[in-house]
């Protein structure tokens, strides 16, 4: 089991965007800071803690109750307080807003939708994929998913700055309302019934890229109008998830041109 033993560096917590302390956490959401997440230490009752979890949630951050030795070796002040806020490092944009991008540029929507991407490298990867890609935007799922934090800023290279990204609390009927409005579903899967380069991506389209361990959900499956498969001619079956986008990013791209 690992073991909290080390806090890091001041400079280092304050690069990852992490807010430390009651009263600082709670000026924070005063001033109108976008807070990604809100770790709390589980088991705490006082009403302070209560407080700050109530105006987080309100404000549209993830409220996560963590061990006290994460907490602990998260912090760089040692006064943590039982409460660490993660600052997003921008707003999250809506659906609409990247519907809009599309319409604007007169082009049929091209987006990437990341369910439940823990992994801040391969999200900011992804991110950065899209922006290079032309993709209008990207979603992801309010719980069980990397957010924009100042990791996922640095990985995607300055993309976060371009790319709107919106983050949904259900992707499932999220997925649907795109189909609604004329987008086509495609996910990927190893087990994919459609072949890559079969699969025809010129039309309105958002591309599903499934978790780093398990792939899609169930009901995000099954809410695909097509399941992906790329082609693997290596002993392996898998690919990474930011991989995963690229391919299915540039075959798009390569169909539009």
């Given amino acids: 089991m690992r073991e909290y033993r080390a806090s890091r560096s001041e400079p280092q917590a304050e690069a990852d965007g992490h807010i430390e302390g009651r009263n600082a956490v709670i000026e924070a959401l005063r001033a109108g800071v976008t807070i990604d997440k809100v770790y709390i230490a589980r088991g705490e009752t006082d009403a302070a803690l209560g407080h700050i979890a109530s105006k987080a949630r309100e404000a549209g951050a993830v409220v996560v109750e963590a061990d006290r030795r994460k907490l602990d070796f998260m ?35 091209l987006i990437v939708v990341c369910d439940e991407l823990s992994d801040p490298h391969n999200l900011g990867a992804v991110i950065r994929t899209a922006e290079c890609a032309g993709a209008h935007g990207v979603i992801i799922p309010k719980r069980r998913s990397a957010g924009l934090t100042a990791v996922v800023a640095k990985t995607s290279a300055g993309a976060v700055a371009h790319v709107p990204v919106a983050r949904v609390p259900n992707l499932p009927a999220l997925l649907k309302e795109l189909k ?72 798009a791209v390569r169909q539009r041109m």
């Fill in 75 to 109: 912090s760089s002040t040692h006064a943590h307080q039982g409460v660490i806020a993660v600052a997003a490092v921008r707003a999250y944009a809506e659906v609409d807003d990247i519907l809009n991008a599309a319409r604007e540029k007169g082009e049929p929507p």
């Fill in 180 to 251: 609604d409005e004329g987008v086509w579903v495609f996910g990927t899967a190893a087990d994919g019934d459609t072949p890559l380069y079969k699969a025809d991506l010129k039309g309105p389209a958002a591309i599903v890229i499934g978790s780093e361990g398990d792939g899609m959900g169930r009901l995000v499956r099954e809410t695909c109008d097509f399941k992906v498969s790329i082609p693997m001619k290596g002993k392996l079956n898998s690919l990474n998830a930011s991989a995963a986008a690229a391919i299915l990013l540039y075959e």
